[in-house]
């Protein structure tokens, strides 16, 4: 994948109903890095990778009882993407529109 700077609204279903983020993504070969707000709150992306479209990176979102780790896995289009986030308080559906379409 060649080196951009995109950056993706989240919409995640949760039992409270749906919430929405950003996910800011720099993608230099296959390596990821950037950051995702969810509930207010911003965590820089850990181990990131993303190859054939395969997005995968994990993390740690800070909540008001503590850190909260994550690993995110999905697929990541020009356009769109759809991932779904691991926690040990359950997982989450997120899908995503990129906010600057199609180009750098």
Known sequence: ??????????????????????????????SVSGDLTLFTRTAPILEGHCIG????????MKTLVGGLP???????????????????????LVRGTRREKGGA
């Open 1 to 30: 994948m060649k080196n951009q700077n995109r950056t993706y609204m989240l919409e995640m279903e949760t039992p409270l109903g749906k919430r929405r983020g950003v996910l800011n993504l720099i993608l230099l070969g296959d």
């Open 53 to 60: 479209g395969r997005l995968t990176f994990q993390g740690e």
């Open 70 to 92: 994550y690993q995110a896995s999905g697929i990541l289009g020009e356009d769109s993407l759809e991932m779904e986030i691991h926690t040990a308080r359950g997982h989450y």
